[in-house]
């Protein structure tokens, strides 16, 4: 069972940047590809980014966040980041970090994933 918590929202003007964290519990984290989604009011959840397990560092990237987003992990500390730059008020939504089963990045379908923090919010202002 693995159990995440994101931090790291808020309000940033366009331009500007934010960390966010993913924290995970359970001793096997490390296996688990792990994804980051948004969600906009009104629209569906879309994937963003997603970094693959078992010790490799394969990452997957939305075209709408190519060049700007970075997504890492640092599996002594059971924690994956987002670094977000050049945020654009398109950015805004309720980040989500979530968790595959498997360590090969299968899917950007949240339905696939297994594990979901509660979410941050992430305000862009213009």
């Known amino acids: 069972q693995v159990q995440l918590v994101e931090s790291g929202g808020g309000l940033v003007q366009a331009g500007g940047s934010l960390r966010l964290s993913c924290a995970a519990s359970?001793?096997?984290?490390?296996?688990?590809?792990v994804g980051w989604f948004r969600q906009a009011p009104g629209k569906e959840r879309e994937f963003v980014v997603a970094?693959?397990?078992?010790?490799?560092?394969?990452?997957y990237y939305a075209d709408s966040v190519k060049g700007r987003f970075t997504i890492s992990r640092d599996n002594a500390k059971n924690t994956v980041f987002l670094q977000m730059n050049s945020l654009k008020p398109e950015d805004t939504a309720v980040y989500y970090c979530?968790?595959?089963?498997?360590?090969?990045?299968?899917?950007?379908?949240?339905?696939?994933?297994?594990?979901w923090g509660q979410g941050t919010q992430v305000t862009v202002s213009s």
């Open positions: 970094i693959s397990g078992g010790g490799g560092s394969s990452t």
């Open positions: 359970g001793r096997t984290f490390s296996l688990n590809a």
């Open positions: 979530a968790a595959l089963r498997s360590g090969v990045i299968g899917s950007t379908t949240p339905n696939q994933y297994s594990y």
